[in-house]
């Protein structure tokens, strides 16, 4: 069975500041791994993916993510925080090869001024 | 392409009465899912279809019936609503690669 952990339900940051963001995984089987940003009252929208491809994931929006095995984590990175990625993200794990996700409890990021 | 959607946006039902809430896809994926997401609980898949003609239950099946009416649809049924079915419902698409996308979600209330 696979499960994902997020550290820290809330989590808050000035504008500009580096926001990072946990995520830790336990997988039986080489996982894939996605963060999810949800805007209030929207759907979830992919934010990147790792696929055992590269290490280091590049998204949308200036975010990155690195898959670390010896750590089992895929933390999610932005060097400058805006206004604009106050929000609820999710990390979210699936077997290789199967087509169900298991999801973290999110972290809601905030970003004062 | 309107990706994922979904009908209705909201619903409020009484306790006992029953209701389905409909999604569609227009992205020719195989596989489509029903979650609920409540407040500290990150979503939680209720049921799939891995393809048209198939159904599974997830992590949260009880209360719930799905019917995967083609490749395009797939239908979350509640016969006897109850309050702790209230709750945002998200159906989500996918294929391949795995990842999902999902629909803008309907809030259901149940008094």
């Known amino acids: 069975a696979q499960s994902v952990t997020q550290l820290g339900s809330h989590v808050s940051v000035s504008e500009g500041a580096l926001v990072l963001l946990r995520c830790n995984y336990s997988s039986s089987v080489p996982p894939y791994l996605f963060w999810y940003v949800q805007y209030p009252n929207q759907g979830l929208q992919l934010l990147l993916k790792y696929t055992s491809a590269a290490t280091l994931v590049k998204g949308i929006n200036g975010f990155e993510a690195e898959f670390k095995k010896s750590e089992t984590s895929f933390h999610l990175t932005k060097p400058s925080a805006h206004m604009s990625d106050a929000a609820e993200y999710f990390c979210?794990?699936?077997?290789?090869?199967?087509?169900?996700?298991?999801f973290g409890t999110g972290t809601q990021l905030k970003v004062e001024l | 392409n309107a990706g994922v959607t979904q009908t209705p946006k909201f619903q409020v039902l009484k306790t006992g009465q029953s209701m389905t809430l409909q999604c569609a896809q227009d992205?020719?994926?195989?596989?489509m899912y029903w979650y609920r997401q409540d407040p500290g609980m990150g979503l939680r898949l209720i049921y799939y279809?891995?393809?048209?003609?198939?159904?599974d239950k997830g992590e949260v099946p009880n209360g719930y019936n799905v019917s995967r009416l083609n490749k395009r649809e797939f239908s979350l049924r509640l016969e006897s609503a109850a309050p702790s079915q209230t709750s945002v419902y998200f159906c989500a698409s996918g294929q391949g690669s795995y990842e999902q996308y999902f629909g803008p979600g309907t809030r259901l209330t149940v008094t």
């Open positions: 279809s891995a393809s048209e003609g198939t159904t």
């Open positions: 979210a794990v699936s077997r290789g090869g199967g087509n169900k996700l298991t």
């Open positions: 992205m020719n994926h195989n596989s």
